[in-house]
């Protein structure tokens, strides 16, 4: 369940102040399958069903000063977050249960401010800046058979960053061009420092045409509990082990690697916007993005022939070849790439009053903005290049149309979204879909997989009661509350893995690869004034 309550008051034509407080707290427990010794600790019995129960809670402040004051805009954020979870597994043939608790706590002060430099015939001069402040604290405990380990974590960080807009030209004839750069240093009190860089042009032509172009370096840090979480393991887990074609029980090993290096990735995108004025509303849109990653830190979901190449150490087999334990925890692979192109539209209609039909959304100065609108938008991703060098000296893998244990990202070639969005008075709906192209194991398999499509649509209805509805009437207490109705994977549409005989293998089968399925939520939301 969630608790949410906010305050907001405003403090003139200068500014604004808001408090909001957000409380969640979830429990589940978790079969993990019928207890199968391995063979290295074989134990009597009849066998029995291994569970994971599992407790989480989550608090988290924020006050919020915006406003202007002389000629800069400026926004004080300040949060407080704190979070507990809670473990417990179930051990092979033992009556005692694994246990790993922690909790974390982060305080953070972010101001950021924008300013006018110079007012040019050409456009405006613009600088941004924000300087952030954060500290996070994790304690953490962990206990296996018999052997306990815990450790505390604090991490410091201090970031500025600074941006800076230019306009070169603008005319009626060759349209407006401007460039712009930006700055970021972050110092990690248990890392280092590191950069990031970023310099890109914008031109806005005749007909609504806009181009846009970015490239960016950004150095990256290793997480707090990818540096330091303790070592917990986790026996019996149903895994499927590529190198032998089979499921298999093993203990997976994780936590934290203190001897994680940086990352540092490059991306470079272009973008073509077209906004025909025939149609007021729609906008055309064409992206493409190249990105290229040094020392990509990667933890393994499971294990496959590619990973245990690259890292040997990382897997335990007995004399038969049978997987015994597998070591997940995050490393630095040696280089990834990826380019892709993304096209589609988006349209936006304001459903307005008579004489207002057709037009777009768009605020007009000092109106409030129409609430009755529609939002439609429609996208094709085509990913050109997907390419991953576990290790020095190792071919690059192509993961293009390729499912495998070590991506956490999609690899499927084509990708379709749809997003709409319809607000009529007190009534919204949303609606969210994904579809994926089918994909197959990596080849060197000991046996082929192929898996399939894939299309997840969610879906939102919510409808806001206020004093001109008739229940409030009825009802006062209903005023100002918000009913809202949410159906994940309406379609119950889950992984199907097909094998060359058209068998699932064992291990992977949809409800193992997705238990949860379709998801319904009614969240009911209460504004107090």
Do not use: M
């Not at 399939?452 to 001109?468: G, H, W």
């Not at 119950?492 to 379709?518: H, M, Y």
């Amino acid at each position: 369940g969630s608790v949410t309550v906010s305050y907001a008051r405003g403090l003139g034509a200068q500014g604004n102040f808001a408090l909001a407080a957000d409380y969640q707290k979830r429990d589940s427990r978790d079969s993990l399958g019928p207890l199968l010794p391995l063979p290295s600790s074989p134990g009597p019995g009849e066998l029995a069903s291994l569970e994971r129960d599992q407790a989480r809670e989550d608090l988290e402040l924020n006050a919020r000063l915006a406003g202007n004051w002389g000629g800069w805009r400026y926004s004080w954020l300040n949060r407080y977050g704190n979070a507990r979870r809670y473990r417990e597994t179930d051990r092979d043939g033992d009556f005692d249960r694994d246990e790993d608790r922690s909790r974390s706590r982060s305080f953070a002060s972010e101001l950021f401010v924008q300013t006018l430099i110079a007012d040019l015939p050409q456009g405006a001069v613009q600088g941004n800046g924000t300087l952030r402040w954060e500290r996070i604290e994790r304690e953490a405990f962990a206990q296996s058979t018999g052997f306990a380990v815990g450790n505390q974590l604090q991490r410091d960080l201090l970031q500025g960053a600074f941006s800076l807009d230019y306009p070169l030209f603008d005319g009626a004839r060759v349209g407006a061009l401007g460039v712009n750069g930006n700055i970021e240093v972050t110092n990690y009190s248990d890392f280092g420092t590191l950069t990031t860089i970023g310099a890109g042009a914008s031109w806005r032509g005749p007909g609504g045409l806009r181009v846009n172009s970015s490239w960016t370096r950004e150095e990256g840090a290793p997480s707090q509990e990818q540096l330091g979480e303790p070592l917990a393991k986790a026996p019996n887990r149903r895994l499927f082990d590529f190198e032998t074609g089979s499921s298999v029980n093993a203990r997976v090993l994780s936590g934290g690697n203190p001897a994680l290096r940086a990352e540092a990735r490059e991306v470079l995108s272009l973008t073509l916007r077209v906004e025909p004025e025939a149609i007021e509303g729609l906008a055309l849109n064409v992206n493409a993005v190249a990105s290229a990653t040094e020392k990509p830190i990667q933890s393994f979901p499971s294990p496959s022939p590619e990973t245990q190449g690259a890292f040997p150490d990382r897997f335990l087999r007995d004399a038969a070849g049978r997987l015994l334990e597998f070591d997940a925890r995050p490393v630095n692979l040696e280089s990834a790439a990826r380019r892709e192109v993304r096209w589609g539209l988006d349209y936006r209609r304001s459903l307005g009053a008579r004489g207002d039909r057709g037009r777009s959304d768009r605020r007009l100065p000092g109106r409030p903005g129409n609430r009755n609108r529609l939002n439609f938008a429609l996208f094709h991703t085509l990913r050109l290049r997907d390419e991953l060098t576990l290790a020095p000296g190792l071919p690059a893998q192509d993961y293009l149309g390729i499912s495998s244990g070590t991506r956490s990202e999609s690899g499927a070639e084509h990708e379709v979204t749809v997003r709409f969005r319809l607000y009529q008075k007190a009534l919204s709906l949303r609606l969210d879909g994904q579809w994926q192209s089918a994909t197959q194991s990596l080849p060197g398999f000991a046996e082929r997989l192929t898996y399939a499509d894939q299309t997840r649509i969610n879906l939102s209805l919510a409808y806001r009661f206020s004093q001109a509805s008739p229940w409030v009437k009825r009802l006062p207490f209903l005023n100002q509350t918000r009913v809202r109705l949410s159906i994940d994977n309406l379609f119950n549409d889950k992984p199907t893995v097909r094998d060359l005989e058209a068998q699932t293998p064992p291990g992977l089968s949809a409800d193992e690869l997705d238990p949860r399925g379709r998801a319904w939520e009614l969240n009911v939301r209460k504004r107090l004034s």
